[in-house]
């Protein structure tokens, strides 16, 4: 077994873990009401689901870092043995779902010593640099070995050195036994659920399993995103913020230029997750009132007569959106609200922060190319407030009084539901130019779109002024960040480039004992110029065009140091992690 040596001392590892520093957000209790109500084919087939998705945990580990499984088995070793460091850096492992990762100070944080995050994860050769990689890239497409490089190139692939050349080999091959695990337990599951489309589904995403046929996945895929009313949910999520490898290609001129010639896409990596949960009849009730306006969001956007979005505009709607029930019905985009069983593997992992939502497939998958739509997923458990007076001592701290009236807790939520359908809004293709910063930029368009088109859904009557001002306020308090990130964390990035950007253009300001007052007024135009400006950079797909913005915009300004220092002093929370009582207690069933 291979051996490591612990990184942090014993008085770390107790302050790192302790509950002022480790926050936790609890899914779905053994005894939750949603899942008593749920038939008994659907407790059978929930069961399966939450073994499948610990299976893409174990992928996933893989992919994040060569070294996790190793380490894990060490750790577990070492806790029999009665290390206490042991037992303590687990509660990390499992937090963070892996050994690597940063916290919301912008600390890296790595469990053992000399082990660190690679730029290509555990998805290249650990000893492949950044330049060896593009120069080995340009020989291959030089020597004529451009399929190759298709492969080397895509979001679904392992590279392996071959020689003084490179290999790809798809991961359904190259966790072949792994992903016949996760085939059985859906088609099991398949058996005992009690829908029909959902078990269409996962008999589909079955079969994407067992071979490596990009195809597959386009169909189960397609018809993922088609399920609204099924009692239970269970997603593959596949995202690729974390690869920094596949995008750096871009960056290198002579390999840029060879790559077009030879019209060889670049598409970073994806990074696999398995989210279990139940359906939530009335939050997804209240999820789709914002249906019939998407087709109205899409004629709005910047230059919409520039490209292609997902959702297509359409001028009937522009004046009686809920009127007209045929095109509200027209967009390729399901949402629902869940209760979660348990996040695994990527989405589940707790590094600075975790996803409240997703918005899926991705712009790069092939279902959106056969026609196939986008599916919102919320979860639940973690956007509720679990302590309400360490929220108010936040907005005592930070937010100008006269404005704690409209600072809403489930606003955030409302805005969340912008920001995830801003997603599905916009240019579809064509910014994987942007490389790094792509990332980056699509989270600012889909924050800025959640802001730009408050006052026009207000118009329409899906929000009431009030909710639009709670909206507003509460985004702008709980934008600012106790430390600046780095530049790897597109979501955190993000919002230092907005707070710098609202501060310039006066829609937020410090009042002079240092708290943020919001000039509602000016933030709603604010956003519609960040996100015209945004939108222009995606259809131009200049990579160093992207590159300026983001840099120009991503400045730790003055006023952001003050709202850090007094976050600081308040509060202690370095990083989080979930609890999934339900899905323990399913998993030893």
Not at 41 to 47: C, I, N, V
Not at 183 to 190: F, N, P, V
Not at 331 to 352: E, H, N
Not at 548 to 570: G, Q, R
């Amino acid at each position: 077994m291979e051996t490591f040596e612990l990184n942090y001392t014993l008085e770390e590892l107790k302050k790192r873990t302790h509950k002022d520093y480790l926050t936790t957000k609890k899914m779905l209790d053994v005894d939750a009401p949603e899942y008593l109500a749920l038939e008994e084919g659907d407790k059978a087939a929930l069961k399966n689901l939450v073994k499948a998705a610990y299976f893409i945990q174990k992928i996933n580990l893989q992919l994040d870092n060569k070294k996790n499984l190793p380490f894990y088995d060490f750790l577990r070793t070492e806790i029999l043995k009665g290390n206490e460091r042991a037992e303590l850096t687990k509660i990390l492992f499992d937090a963070q779902i892996g050994m690597c990762a940063i916290d919301r100070e912008s600390v890296k944080i790595n469990l053992a010593k000399g082990v660190e995050e690679l730029p290509g994860k555990g998805l290249y050769p650990t000893d492949l640099s950044k330049e060896e990689f593009h120069k080995i890239l340009i020989k291959m497409i030089k020597d004529g070995k451009i399929e190759e490089v298709r492969k080397i190139l895509n979001q679904r692939s392992v590279v392996l050195r071959a020689g003084d050349e490179l290999a790809a080999k798809d991961y359904i091959d190259y966790f072949h036994e792994e992903f016949r695990v996760v085939a059985e337990k859906l088609e099991s599951a398949a058996e005992t659920s009690t829908n029909e489309d959902f078990n269409e589904y996962l008999k589909l995403q079955a079969s994407a399993l067992r071979s490596a046929d990009p195809m597959l996945d386009a169909y189960a895929d397609k018809k993922w995103a088609e399920l609204q009313d099924t009692p239970l949910e269970f997603t593959i999520t596949r995202e690729n913020y974390a690869d920094e490898m596949t995008e750096s290609v871009i960056e290198n001129e002579e390999l840029k230029k060879l790559l077009d010639e030879h019209n060889i896409p670049v598409i970073s990596k994806d990074f696999l997750g398995g989210r279990v949960g139940i359906v939530n009849k009335k939050g997804t009730e209240d999820l789709l009132k914002i249906k019939d306006y998407l087709p109205l969001l899409a004629a709005n956007m910047p230059y919409c007569d520039e490209y292609e979005q997902n959702i297509k505009p359409s001028n009937e709607i522009l004046n009686h959106p809920a009127e007209n029930s045929e095109v509200g019905n027209s967009p390729k985009q399901t949402m629902v609200d869940v209760d979660i069983v348990v996040l695994a593997g990527d989405v589940g992992a707790y590094r600075a922060g975790i996803t409240l939502a997703e918005n899926l497939p991705n712009d790069d998958k092939l279902s959106l190319k056969i026609g196939g739509g986008r599916r919102n997923v919320y979860h639940r458990q973690i956007r509720f407030i679990s302590d309400r007076e360490k929220l108010q001592k936040r907005l005592d701290t930070i937010l100008d009084k006269s404005q704690h009236q409209y600072y809403l807790d489930e606003a955030d939520h409302w805005f969340t539901i912008g920001h995830e359908n801003t997603h599905s809004l916009g240019p579809n293709k064509g910014t994987e130019a942007l490389g790094k910063y792509k990332s980056i930029i699509e989270e600012n368009k889909a924050d800025m779109g959640a802001l730009a088109f408050l006052d026009l859904l207000e118009e329409k009557g899906m929000y009431t002024s009030e909710q639009v001002l709670q909206m507003i306020v509460s985004f702008a308090a709980d934008n600012f960040l106790k430390s600046k990130p780095t530049l790897s964390q597109a979501h955190r990035v993000r919002s230092v480039m907005q707070n710098k950007y609202f501060l310039e253009n006066g829609a937020i300001e410090l009042t002079e004992d240092g708290k943020i007052h919001v000039n509602i007024d000016k933030m709603i135009p604010t956003a519609k110029k960040m996100l015209a400006e945004i939108v222009r950079i995606q259809i131009d797909g200049d990579f160093a065009k992207g590159e300026k913005y983001v840099l120009d915009n991503f400045v730790w300004t003055d006023e952001m140091e003050v709202i850090s220092k007094k976050l600081k002093e308040i509060d202690k929370n370095l990083n989080g992690r979930t609890d999934a009582p339900l899905a323990r207690m399913l998993l030893r069933s």
